[in-house]
């Protein structure tokens, strides 16, 4: 069974397009969170929920909208896609607000966006 | 100043030796520090952890860390090709909540 699961795996759209990206964990965890890793592989934080609350917004264009059904799923929905949102989206996953301290975090396998 | 810096590299080492990879931070309240493990095309896998000042060993890896100097370093004994991968450090803001900050990542190669 997979810990963290997100869908779709690649994602090819063209500008101006409203797109999904679904991610579920089965770890049982409270805290999910969004990645975003551009081309120079670097990983920066955008959201984070806590048992279905937000608990960090980093500054993302609000095109971005993420929405945490129940505690094990985080999806992410993105408006009208620009050729800079081209990117790979890591979900990832921790026990609690506080897990990631000790245990750091279960990463999905990504979601790579190409925008065209 | 970025929050992690880290070296981009790439890092090459021949197969047996030591490989070290090293990080700085910003954040002086920073209070747990990470290394993932990205091979090309998968997520990143926690491969350690480290809290105190000092070192600490897991297998073939040491993590050390100095709060004192805001660096944490990685070192990989007995390097093996399946240890080339790209290595990123990460840093845990501590508030109410977790906020692990990435650095840019150390492209390892281990030569054959």
């Known amino acids: 069974d997979t810990a963290v699961s997100q869908t779709p795996k690649y994602l090819v759209t063209q500008m101006g397009n409203d797109k999904s990206i679904k991610c579920e964990q089965n770890l049982g965890h409270d805290t999910m969170y969004w990645y975003k890793q551009d081309s120079k592989k670097f990983l920066k934080i955008m959201f984070s929920y806590n048992n279905k609350e937000l608990i960090i917004n980093e500054t993302v264009p609000n095109r971005f909208s993420p929405k945490s059904p129940d505690k094990a799923h985080l999806n992410l929905h993105i408006n009208s896609l620009e050729l800079g949102d081209s990117a790979v989206y890591f979900c990832?996953?921790?026990?609690?607000?506080?897990?990631?301290?000790?245990?750091?975090?279960?990463f999905g396998s990504g979601t790579r966006l190409t925008v065209v | 100043q970025k929050e992690v810096e880290q070296n981009s590299g790439p890092l090459s080492v021949p197969e047996g030796a030591i490989a070290s990879l090293n990080c700085t931070y910003s954040?002086?309240?920073?209070?747990?520090f990470f290394w993932y493990r990205q091979y090309s095309g998968k997520s990143p896998e926690l491969i350690m952890s480290i809290y105190s000042n000092g070192d600490k060993e897991d297998g073939r890896f040491t993590a050390q860390l100095n709060k004192a100097s805001q660096y944490v370093s990685l070192l990989i004994r007995d390097s093996q090709p399946s240890d080339s991968a790209t290595y990123l450090c990460a840093v845990n803001r501590e508030t109410s909540y977790d906020k692990v900050i990435f650095g840019p990542g150390t492209s390892l190669s281990v030569i054959p």
């Open positions: 954040d002086r309240v920073s209070q747990s």
């Open positions: 990832a996953s921790s026990q609690d607000p506080r897990g990631a301290t000790f245990y750091g975090y279960t």
